[in-house]
T-cell receptor
């Protein structure tokens, strides 16, 4: 069965530090990968998808088929990045990582 | 453009009862998916509806059923409620069916089963 793994429940970084949220997927075919974000008191929303290869709010995610990973990265974290982040492969979501950016 | 709306926002049911949750899809979207999100977990895919037909189903028992109407709104029905059904139920819509399409979520319906 397909599975998406986000190994960290909580990641705390200081403002201005680099951020990497890890995501590994299990499906070996051509994956449909997404990162969704949920800010405090807002609904879950798309952050980015692998097929578009774009940077949103300074975040990027690189697909590594060899390692079956789709880690989310940002070079300099901002306090407003604090949120819950979910990696998804198609309909399958990971358990999420809460990112806290400390002042 | 109207986003995905869900009702009710909160409800409490007794074990063994039945519940119906409702969802209006985003304007222009013909596909609706339902997810269950238990506390501390990610959303789990229940099923997807496209043009009034079920278009994919996750690992949920038959007592979870759905409907989609001609205006693309949708209902999730859960029969014989169990305590473990307590969760946030999310509806999401997309322009097209299939796992490669971006989905737009509603705010969810909180179900508590006592």
């Amino acid at each position: 069965a397909q599975r998406v793994t986000q190994p960290e429940k909580l990641l705390s970084v200081f403002k201005g530090a680099p951020v990497e949220l890890k995501c590994n997927y299990s499906y070996s075919g051509s994956p449909e990968l997404f990162w969704y974000v949920q800010y405090s008191r807002q609904r879950l929303q798309l952050l980015l998808r692998h097929i578009s290869r774009e940077s949103i709010k300074g975040f990027t995610a690189d697909l590594n088929k060899g390692e079956t990973s789709f880690h989310l990265k940002k070079p300099f974290a901002q306090e407003e990045d604090s949120a819950m982040y979910y990696c998804a492969q198609g309909y399958i979501f990971g358990t999420g990582t809460r990112l806290k950016v400390l002042a | 453009e109207t986003g995905v709306t869900q009702s009710p926002t909160h409800l409490i049911k007794t074990r063994g009862q039945q519940v119906t949750l409702r969802c209006s899809s985003q304007s222009g979207h013909n596909t609706v998916s339902w997810y269950q999100q238990a506390l501390g977990q990610g959303p789990q895919f229940i099923f997807q509806y496209y043009r009034e037909e079920e278009n994919g189903r996750g690992n949920f028992p038959p007592r979870f059923s759905g409907l989609q109407f001609p205006n693309y709104s949708s209902e999730l029905n859960v029969n014989a409620l169990e305590l473990d059904d307590s969760a946030l139920y999310l509806c999401a819509s997309s322009e097209r069916r299939g796992p490669g399409n971006t989905i737009y979520f509603g705010e969810g319906s909180w179900l508590t089963v006592v």
